[in-house]
């Protein structure tokens, strides 16, 4: 039975590049694939667009085909990445750059686009297409002259397309994760649209893939302690069958740990519900799913279940959503907790009598209460240090930086021991997420694959 190696080289933008080299030389793998896109991530490429109209692609994208594309011309890996962000065409244009600046001919690059749906909206409005939030029933009416992005998610389609083109590289935008991870399966096996089980076992290994680590023992909530050499970690590979089937594993030799345990944890990240998971491609049910241990770094995962997709795809929009500043600043030993909580008072006090109305305004103290906030309990004895966070919403750039001019008097005026003092950070522009649901057939209609090659 036919079988295919798919490697993870990225779980985030930023995410080290040296597991997918190690991977890429040492896998025995036929693709690759780079997992870029979170919604933050959409939000801070669309700043950088902002910026320059020529960027809104991942900027490790040029380290990653510099590093890699030595490697994957000579094995004739294929890689995929949904690096192009907010801009799929520049990304492709970069990598075109960087293939000839290294002189490499005979090279396909492929490029997805039709996500980015921001030029649509008026016209669905007027057609009757409802935008209302999908959790809380918002009208977008109040948002709608903010919105600086929208993208829809698109399913592994248009990726098996470039494939069969001959794509070497695939670029996209706004793609799901594990539609990157799919894509190679329907090209290589033939899976047809309605063969739910199989492509819920490709949705499934996608799933388990788009993290990088977290599969192999990164991240772990469980006996993290035993997991050995983190510092050279070895990114998730998976062997498929043309049955479905796929073996979990890592390149030999490499640190961090793949279980049962570890991969479970991953299973379950960011599901809502095990068995309806909701993607373009299909509705995965993973009730059903089992793990076997079948050697030391290997586990077999079998029993996922497919049903139709529906008919709707989700589109993600990015909106002005005011300015936030904030100030930090320790309190030491004894009694950094107090000292702490009375600074806060005194700047809350003082915001008042200037007469500034915050949109949200919110305190943590660093060291007690800022990871589990109101969850956290009083510790039994005295914390060695605190800090102090307060961070304000705005309107207006201009209110948000008269929170940080409130700190430094502290130093003298406030109470006793006050040090690692942060004091005004630059007010940041903040961007507030809408998620709605649009017909599939009209988002569809404006996908396009371009493949230009070297």
């Given at each position: 039975?036919?079988?295919i190696?798919?490697?993870a080289?990225?779980g985030?933008?930023?995410?080290?590049?040296?597991?997918?080299?190690?991977?890429?030389?040492?896998?025995n793998i036929?693709?690759?694939?780079?997992?870029?896109?979170?919604?933050?991530?959409?939000?801070?490429?669309q700043k950088?667009?902002k910026?320059?109209?020529?960027?809104g692609?991942?900027?490790?994208?040029?380290?990653t085909?510099?590093?890699?594309?030595p490697?994957?011309?000579?094995?004739?890996?294929?890689?995929?990445?949904?690096?192009?962000?907010?801009?799929?065409?520049?990304?492709?244009q970069?990598v075109?750059?960087?293939v000839?600046?290294?002189?490499?001919?005979?090279?396909?690059?492929a490029?997805?686009?039709?996500?980015?749906?921001?030029?649509?909206?008026e016209?669905?409005?007027?057609?009757?297409?409802?935008?209302?939030?999908?959790?809380?029933g918002?009208?977008?009416?109040?948002?709608q002259?903010?919105?600086?992005?929208?993208n829809?998610?698109?399913?592994?389609?248009?990726i098996?397309?470039a494939l069969?083109?001959?794509?070497?590289?695939?670029i996209?935008?706004?793609?799901?994760?594990?539609?990157?991870f799919?894509a190679?399966?329907?090209?290589?096996?033939?899976?047809?649209?309605?063969?739910w089980?199989?492509?819920?076992q490709g949705?499934?290994?996608?799933?388990?893939m788009?993290c990088?680590?977290?599969?192999t023992g990164?991240n772990?909530?469980?006996?993290?302690?035993?997991?050995?050499?983190?510092?050279?970690?070895?990114f998730?590979?998976?062997?498929?069958?043309e049955?479905?089937?796929?073996?979990?594993?890592?390149?030999?030799?490499?640190?961090?740990?793949v279980s049962?345990?570890?991969?479970?944890?991953?299973l379950?990240?960011?599901?809502?519900?095990p068995?309806?998971?909701?993607?373009?491609?299909?509705?995965?049910?993973?009730?059903?799913?089992?793990?076997?241990?079948?050697?030391?770094?290997?586990?077999?995962?079998?029993?996922?279940?497919?049903k139709?997709p529906?008919?709707m795809l989700?589109?993600?929009m990015?909106?002005?959503?005011?300015?936030?500043?904030q100030?930090?600043?320790g309190?030491?030993?004894?009694?950094?907790?107090?000292k702490a909580?009375?600074?806060d008072?005194i700047?809350r006090?003082?915001?008042?009598?200037?007469g500034?109305?915050?949109?949200?305004i919110?305190?943590?103290y660093?060291?007690?209460?800022?990871?589990?906030g109101?969850?956290?309990?009083?510790p039994?004895?005295?914390?060695?240090e605190v800090?102090l966070?307060?961070?304000?919403?705005?309107?207006?750039?201009?209110?948000?930086a008269?929170l940080?001019?409130?700190?430094?008097?502290?130093?003298?005026?406030?109470p006793?021991?006050?040090g690692?003092f942060?004091?005004?950070?630059?007010?940041r522009?903040l961007?507030?997420?809408?998620?709605?649901?649009v017909?599939r057939?009209?988002i569809?209609?404006?996908?396009?694959v371009?493949?230009?090659e070297?």
């Amino acid at each position: 039975m036919k079988k295919i190696r798919i490697g993870a080289g990225q779980g985030f933008y930023g995410d080290s590049i040296l597991p997918a080299i190690e991977t890429a030389q040492k896998g025995n793998i036929q693709y690759i694939c780079f997992d870029c896109l979170a919604e933050l991530t959409l939000a801070i490429l669309q700043k950088d667009r902002k910026k320059d109209p020529s960027k809104g692609y991942t900027a490790d994208i040029s380290v990653t085909i510099r590093e890699l594309l030595p490697v994957i011309k000579e094995k004739g890996i294929k890689l995929l990445t949904n690096a192009g962000g907010m801009n799929p065409l520049g990304a492709q244009q970069e990598v075109l750059r960087i293939v000839r600046e290294l002189g490499i001919e005979g090279l396909k690059v492929a490029v997805v686009t039709g996500d980015d749906v921001l030029d649509r909206l008026e016209e669905w409005r007027q057609d009757g297409i409802w935008l209302a939030h999908m959790e809380d029933g918002r009208d977008i009416e109040s948002i709608q002259d903010r919105i600086l992005f929208a993208n829809a998610y698109l399913g592994s389609g248009p990726i098996v397309e470039a494939l069969r083109e001959g794509a070497d590289i695939v670029i996209t935008g706004r793609v799901t994760d594990s539609a990157l991870f799919l894509a190679p399966l329907i090209y290589e096996f033939g899976w047809e649209q309605d063969e739910w089980d199989r492509l819920a076992q490709g949705i499934l290994m996608g799933h388990l893939m788009e993290c990088s680590g977290q599969s192999t023992g990164g991240n772990f909530s469980g006996d993290w302690q035993s997991i050995e050499d983190l510092d050279q970690i070895g990114f998730p590979v998976a062997e498929v069958s043309e049955d479905g089937e796929f073996v979990l594993t890592k390149t030999e030799g490499t640190g961090g740990l793949v279980s049962i345990d570890t991969v479970k944890e991953q299973l379950l990240y960011e599901i809502h519900d095990p068995s309806a998971y909701m993607t373009p491609d299909i509705v995965l049910d993973m009730t059903e799913v089992r793990l076997e241990d079948i050697a030391p770094n290997q586990v077999r995962v079998t029993g996922a279940r497919g049903k139709k997709p529906t008919n709707m795809l989700k589109v993600v929009m990015g909106y002005a959503d005011g300015f936030m500043g904030q100030a930090i600043c320790g309190y030491s030993w004894p009694d950094a907790l107090a000292k702490a909580q009375n600074a806060d008072q005194i700047i809350r006090r003082q915001l008042q009598q200037m007469g500034l109305q915050y949109e949200e305004i919110q305190t943590d103290y660093m060291g007690y209460n800022s990871l589990h906030g109101p969850l956290s309990k009083l510790p039994e004895e005295e914390l060695n240090e605190v800090y102090l966070r307060i961070a304000v919403r705005t309107r207006n750039r201009e209110d948000a930086a008269k929170l940080g001019r409130l700190f430094p008097p502290l130093m003298l005026s406030g109470p006793p021991s006050m040090g690692g003092f942060l004091g005004m950070m630059k007010p940041r522009e903040l961007l507030g997420m809408w998620s709605c649901l649009v017909p599939r057939d009209i988002i569809d209609s404006g996908v396009r694959v371009t493949v230009m090659e070297v």
